[in-house]
């Protein structure tokens, strides 16, 4: 009774805040805990929530709803701003090579889920906020949570009933773990997969179509038509993202200028994309294996260089003047990835460069780029609060659609997250600098998280054990546990049997398409391969957005 009467004497403010601040510190606890990999994970939050959130409403204490409102929004703002910082750089990118067909087995799993969805809700009558809830809990799926809660909010739905979605939410997340899991041993099981030849075929299959690392041989010369031409006027050399690092002529190693005359017998050093080199050795004449990427002993040298001076953003290769400096840019690494260096190829902020020359004019060159590591580690917050103003500016325009009773919009959901994808493709915008370090992302990106659930949960507290023992959540669990196994079975089986896909790739779509981490580890655990985690990041961006748009488009077309 005196803790309860001290708790009493708390402002609504502070009391909310303990109460935030106490189901977001259990939670991560209860999060933490697992067996084997598989665990809550983030979702530990969201039960605390609903534990403190119950035994606040028993006590009879009030948590000011105003308070909890704005934590939720801004938790989810932030959550999925920088959700679309991480994923951007390579979201159009998975949309294009090998990665389409696993974006087409996640797409399906997203929208056979949809429609499963919506059958029950018209074979069981079940309601709206609730449906939207379910769906997202069986999939596990915290941002479409936030998105299905934020146009239930728009729409006019009471507050009261709005928290159906995070109940619903609640009773399915745990099976939607389960699921996926009980998933990839069906598949495996049922079609006697035998791990090593996955394995094997996975690596095959790698070393024939490349990987991110950019490739790189060495040619000598020995076309005649190429005597004494110079390497700008080599057809399809430098114009078509290849480009020559280093030269060795007789004994001695020379950084290649565009003007230097070719002559028969000098090797090459060239750096591009796979296709290309094949094309240029057919030009200039044989591969030969022999080590130009040794510097030592010579004048030349290479070092990486960061790009994080304003003046270099968004400049062209061809417009620095490299040729005139006696160095060359091999190669451009941008979040993670190598580029073929091509001369339109503008600079972002934190590309980083390696660059090719002597000691002494490599230094003189580095100004040019700022390369300023310490800003690498900085967070750009005036592109943070400015593209999350964009966000919300965006996720409030109205959007027609022919036969949907209202205009659809992204909300503050939807919005943060698109322009948070295309601002981090564009890299910069006029003073704003839309780069983020991966340590800063996480660490933002878990606040939001842990602000949001521990919100949702605190307003849904109330009412969960009434509707866990007393209501349907009963029936409600076992409405998610068919959103959550009918998409991932269908779809699984047919990708393997029909279309012949990897299993451990496809393992990794499965997780990816739930954008569940602890799937993800259980199918690493089957093996060494790095298959699985490929698959799973070429799915993540796309799936994220279907994600957090499905429950906007179900609650518009039911409501």
């Given amino acids: 009774m005196a803790l309860l009467h001290f708790l009493s004497t708390i402002s609504p403010v502070g009391l909310a805040t303990a109460a935030l601040a106490l189901s977001g510190a259990l ?57 679309g910082i991480q994923v951007g750089p390579g979201f159009f990118a998975s949309l294009q090579r090998a990665g389409l067909q696993f974006n087409l087995i996640a797409a399906a799993i997203v929208l056979l889920g949809v429609a499963t969805t919506v059958a029950l809700h018209f074979i069981a009558d079940i309601p709206v906020p609730a449906l939207v809830g379910l769906m997202s809990g069986a999939v596990t799926n915290t941002p479409g949570l936030g998105a299905a809660t934020q146009v239930l909010k728009d729409a006019g739905i009471p507050s009261e009933v709005i928290s159906e979605a995070s109940l619903g939410y609640a009773v399915a997340y745990p099976f939607g773990i389960l699921g996926i899991l009980l998933t990839m041993i069906a598949v495996r099981q049922v079609l006697a997969i035998r791990i090593e030849r996955e394995e094997a075929d996975f690596e095959a ?33 430098y114009d078509q993202g290849v480009v020559v690092s280093r030269l060795k002529r007789g004994e001695v190693l020379m950084h290649p200028l565009r003007s230097m005359a070719l002559h028969m017998g000098d090797v090459l050093h060239l750096v591009g994309p796979a296709d290309k080199l094949h094309a240029m050795v057919l030009i200039l004449g044989e591969e030969v294996d022999v080590s130009l990427t040794s510097t030592k002993g010579t004048q030349l040298s290479w070092q990486r260089v960061a790009v994080t001076a304003q003046k270099a953003l968004g400049k062209h290769i061809r417009d620095l003047g490299l040729e005139e400096r006696s160095v060359s840019i091999s190669r451009v690494t941008r979040a993670g990835t190598q580029l073929p260096v091509e001369p339109d190829l503008a600079l972002q902020f934190g590309d980083i460069l390696t660059v090719v020359g002597a000691p002494a004019d490599i230094e003189a060159v580095k100004p040019l780029f700022g390369d300023q590591m310490k800003s690498l580690d900085l967070v750009q917050f005036s592109g943070v609060f400015f593209g999350i103003l964009l966000g919300v500016i965006l996720g409030s325009i109205p959007i027609a659609f022919p036969g949907l009773p209202a ?153």
Avoid at 209 to 214: D, I, N, Q, R, V
Avoid at 227 to 232: I, V
């Fill in 27 to 83: 939670g991560l606890l209860l999060g933490g805990l697992n067996w084997r990999g598989i665990g809550l994970g983030i979702g530990g939050v969201l039960f605390a929530g609903l534990f403190v959130g119950h035994w606040t409403s028993v006590a009879g204490l009030h948590l000011a709803p105003e308070m909890l409102e704005f934590v939720r929004e801004f938790g989810l703002i932030i959550f999925v701003f920088t959700i």
């Fill in 205 to 237: 299959a790698r070393a024939k179509g490349g990987t991110k690392e950019l490739p790189a041989l060495n040619v000598v010369v020995r076309n005649p038509n190429l005597e004494g031409l110079e390497l700008g006027e080599v057809p399809d050399l």
């Fill in 407 to 559: 205009p659809l919009k992204l909300g503050l959901a939807g919005g943060p997250l698109v322009a948070a994808i295309l601002l981090s493709r564009i890299g910069f915008l006029g003073p704003f600098v839309f780069f983020m370090p991966p340590v800063a992302n996480h660490a933002l990106r878990e606040l939001g998280i842990v602000l949001f659930l521990s919100a949702v949960g605190l307003k849904a507290g109330g009412q969960f054990v009434q509707t866990l023992i007393h209501g349907p959540g009963l029936t409600w669990m076992l409405y998610g546990m068919v959103i959550t196994l009918v998409p991932l079975m269908i779809v699984g089986f047919v990708a393997r049997v029909v279309y012949r896909v990897n299993y451990l790739s496809l393992s990794g779509v499965l997780a990816g398409s739930m954008t569940d981490p602890p799937a993800l580890a259980f199918a690493n655990g089957m093996s060494g391969s790095a298959a699985a985690s490929v698959g799973y990041a070429s799915v993540y961006p796309l799936v994220m957005c279907m994600r957090i748009l499905a429950p906007q488009i179900i609650v518009l077309l039911l409501l």
